[in-house]
């Protein structure tokens, strides 16, 4: 996949297939999180990071061998692609480890403040990509719809809790660092095959090595269910639509691509309630059309 990127591409509004596309991999990413519980009792969290991250690698090789899509070129690449293939495996070491002190409700509601932290940091790496009033309140809206999902976080008396959330917010950061790397540096210019191949490549060992840190083992011979969780993630999630994302961000506005990730933990919320049983609320229906009603306004051409 080409990543020549678009006239104007740093302010590009979404066009209805980019639109669809975006929503499919939001609606992949939310049930992401259910395939990591399916799969958690047998294989524990950070060693499925590891071997979705290497598993990864060796499937988009493969791929780009196909295709002859070139990996090993001397591009001027190498710099910006170990640095966010570190926020990378560092965003997932986070999530994986955070979620052992934090609940899942606050630890989603922190990760996806990486949207906000995009609109920040392209004011400084990305001048032309500013959002007007209106977008700002469409984002707002879009983060109202979230936190009426999930319910204001409740704090407990467990002080660690508060260790997983800062966690979670660190995680979010880098998720938003590495999306402006990508769109600022050399990275830009290169296939998003090699560009998710520097992630993998680099947080394959990171995740291995803080798995063996944390004492994670796989005691027996894990099930159906958790061997095709596995799969879900590292062939489809990590290997297909991570490898789109990253094609999108450097054809589209990382402000407006950023903004339809709210739609992630809505669908994370629905995979919840209709493969694990866990109930929905009424306020459900309130925060989708919340949701909605920002991303129409944070895509509105200017």
């Known amino acids: 996949m080409s990543n020549t990127p678009a006239p104007n591409a740093a302010t590009r509004a979404l066009d209805p297939l980019a639109a669809a596309i975006v929503v499919v991999l939001c609606l992949s990413w939310g049930f992401n999180q259910v395939a990591v519980k399916l799969a958690i009792h047998d294989i524990p969290p950070l060693t499925q990071a590891a071997i979705r ?9 493969a791929w780009a061998k196909l295709r002859g899509i070139p990996l090993t070129t001397r591009d001027g690449t190498l710099a910006a692609g170990l640095i966010c293939g570190a926020f990378f495996g560092l965003e997932f070491v986070l999530i994986y480890q955070g979620l052992v002190y934090t609940t899942a409700s606050r630890a989603v509601l922190f990760i996806y403040l990486a949207p906000f932290f995009v609109v920040v940091g392209a004011r400084w790496i ?26 204001v976080p409740t704090p407990v008396l467990d002080p660690r809790q508060y260790i997983g959330d800062i966690m979670m917010i660190v995680a979010a950061a880098g998720w938003a660092v590495t999306t402006l790397i990508i769109k600022a540096s050399s990275l830009n210019s290169v296939s998003s095959e090699k560009v998710m191949i520097y992630q993998l490549i680099v947080s394959a060992p990171m995740l291995a090595i803080c798995a063996l840190i944390f004492g994670e083992r796989i005691t027996g ?5 958790a061997l095709g969780s596995l799969a879900y993630q590292t062939i489809w999630v990590v290997s297909v639509t991570f490898v789109v994302w990253f094609a999108l961000v450097v054809r589209y506005s990382a402000n407006r691509l950023s903004a339809f990730t709210f739609l992630t933990p809505l669908f994370g919320v629905a995979a919840g309630h209709f493969v694990l049983g866990e109930p929905l609320t009424l306020a459900f229906g309130a925060a989708v059309a919340l949701v909605a ?5 944070v895509n509105q051409s200017r």
């Open 53 to 61: 991250s290497l598993g990864a690698a060796l499937i988009v090789a």
């Open 293 to 297: 009603g920002g991303l129409v306004l």
């Open 221 to 225: 011979m894990p099930g159906a269910v």
């Open 126 to 151: 990305l001048p032309v990509d500013r959002f007007s009033l209106q977008q700002w309140i469409g984002l707002g809206l879009s983060f109202a719809g979230m936190l009426l999902a999930f319910g």
